[in-house]
């Protein structure tokens, strides 16, 4: 009796002809972009010290690495689950001296120990820009025109950028609309889920209009404005627009002011890359902080591709193949 074929753990899975040959196309295209522009590759190790990875992460903890013992160093070691932490460390370790701001790229594997719905593979594909040194609005706008140059490049179409501001809330507690850490917090988790009735329950009216003010770009940039009278968020709705205005009009711009979700170490701006034919999001991006081991901060901007879902639905370049005989001379063929 043959023993059963072997199966892949959940999340993973062997990808064929053509969808290989496609992801390798794409990947190369994309980086080329990115090149072209001026940033420069670096390609950081599938595994670090499990405390590095977690130190330089925000959002991450133990158990969301794939952990191991190193048999040399005896240390404990993770599989990265990105690759943005790793380039910040470059940055702040081998890169210390180098002229900012500096432009770098990447291309990789990454390991997520946990799947959703819409994205459901655990090995992904990342493909990433960064700009070390500034988050001001001339990044943030190179770098949303950057992502967009690189899914154009890939073959996408019907592209929609979503923007946020991620320290809004915070933003409007700390001065129009005064909060206290505990109602805060309870503000943020209500807005997390657009629960106008959860709002009204903690006294939070002044911030009932943020879930509105949601949609079309023009439209919630209008009900935000609105809502900012005493120009607390001027400077942040005056950069939105800023942003917005080189962006080619056959690209859909969408405006979430409250979007926290995988926004958890972006800072004042953050935006999210959707395209036709595609549930999930496709990358995301925005201006971060880095945390250097002497203390000091430093700020930089970039987004991150997951490119992997272009390579299963894109349509295939034709392909020609010609069949030889034995013996045919290799010099003719």
């Given at each position: 009796?043959?023993?059963?074929?072997?199966?892949?753990?959940?999340?993973?899975?062997?990808?064929?002809?053509?969808?290989?040959?496609?992801?390798?196309?794409?990947?190369?295209?994309?980086?080329?972009?990115?090149?072209?522009?001026?940033?420069?590759?670096?390609?950081?190790?599938?595994?670090?010290?499990?405390?590095?990875?977690?130190?330089?992460?925000?959002?991450?903890?133990?158990?969301?690495?794939?952990?191991?013992?190193?048999?040399?160093?005896?240390?404990?070691?993770?599989?990265?689950?990105?690759?943005?932490?790793?380039?910040?460390?470059?940055?702040?370790?081998?890169?210390?001296?180098?002229?900012?701001?500096?432009?770098?790229?990447?291309?990789?594997?990454?390991?997520?120990?946990?799947?959703?719905?819409?994205?459901?593979?655990?090995?992904?594909?990342?493909?990433?820009?960064?700009?070390?040194?500034?988050?001001?609005?001339?990044?943030?706008?190179?770098?949303?025109?950057?992502?967009?140059?690189?899914?154009?490049?890939?073959?996408?179409?019907?592209?929609?950028?979503?923007?946020?501001?991620?320290?809004?809330?915070?933003?409007?507690?700390?001065?129009?609309?005064?909060?206290?850490?505990?109602?805060?917090?309870?503000?943020?988790?209500?807005?997390?889920?657009?629960?106008?009735?959860?709002?009204?329950?903690?006294?939070?009216?002044?911030?009932?209009?943020?879930?509105?003010?949601?949609?079309?770009?023009?439209?919630?940039?209008?009900?935000?404005?609105?809502?900012?009278?005493?120009?607390?968020?001027?400077?942040?709705?005056?950069?939105?627009?800023?942003?917005?205005?080189?962006?080619?009009?056959?690209?859909?711009?969408?405006?979430?002011?409250?979007?926290?979700?995988?926004?958890?170490?972006?800072?004042?701006?953050?935006?999210?890359?959707?395209?036709?034919?595609?549930?999930?999001?496709?990358?995301?991006?925005?201006?971060?902080?880095?945390?250097?081991?002497?203390?000091?901060?430093?700020?930089?901007?970039?987004?991150?591709?997951?490119?992997?879902?272009?390579?299963?639905?894109?349509?295939?370049?034709?392909?020609?193949?010609?069949?030889?005989?034995?013996?045919?001379?290799?010099a003719i063929a």
């Open positions: 009796m043959s023993e059963a074929p072997e199966l892949l753990p959940v999340g993973f899975r062997d990808r064929l002809a053509p969808a290989a040959e496609r992801g390798a196309g794409i990947e190369a295209s994309v980086l080329a972009v990115l090149a072209s522009h001026g940033y420069e590759r670096v390609d950081p190790p599938l595994a670090e010290t499990e405390s590095a990875l977690v130190a330089r992460s925000a959002a991450a903890v133990r158990t969301d690495h794939l952990r191991f013992t190193d048999p040399i160093s005896q240390r404990t070691l993770a599989l990265r689950t990105d690759m943005t932490t790793q380039i910040g460390r470059i940055a702040a370790t081998r890169l210390s001296d180098a002229p900012r701001p500096m432009r770098l790229c990447y291309a990789g594997q990454v390991l997520r120990l946990r799947s959703s719905q819409l994205r459901p593979e655990r090995q992904l594909t990342q493909i990433g820009a960064e700009i070390i040194g500034s988050d001001e609005i001339a990044a943030a706008r190179e770098i949303v025109g950057l992502a967009i140059e690189a899914l154009q490049a890939a073959g996408v179409t019907g592209i929609t950028v979503d923007f946020t501001l991620p320290d809004l809330v915070d933003r409007l507690a700390e001065t129009r609309y005064p909060l206290d850490a505990d109602t805060l917090t309870a503000v943020k988790a209500e807005l997390d889920s657009k629960d106008a009735g959860g709002l009204a329950a903690l006294g939070a009216h002044d911030y009932l209009p943020l879930i509105a003010a949601a949609g079309p770009y023009h439209e919630a940039l209008a009900k935000l404005e609105a809502q900012d009278a005493g120009g607390a968020l001027a400077s942040r709705l005056e950069a939105l627009r800023a942003i917005a205005k080189p962006i080619a009009d056959d690209i859909r711009l969408t405006l979430d002011p409250t979007e926290r979700h995988g926004f958890e170490y972006q800072s004042w701006f953050g935006f999210t890359l959707y395209a036709d034919g595609h549930v999930a999001s496709l990358g995301r991006g925005g201006t971060y902080t880095l945390a250097h081991a002497n203390g000091s901060e430093e700020p930089a901007t970039g987004f991150s591709l997951y490119p992997d879902a272009l390579a299963d639905v894109l349509p295939a370049a034709a392909v020609q193949r010609l069949f030889l005989p034995m013996g045919h001379d290799m």
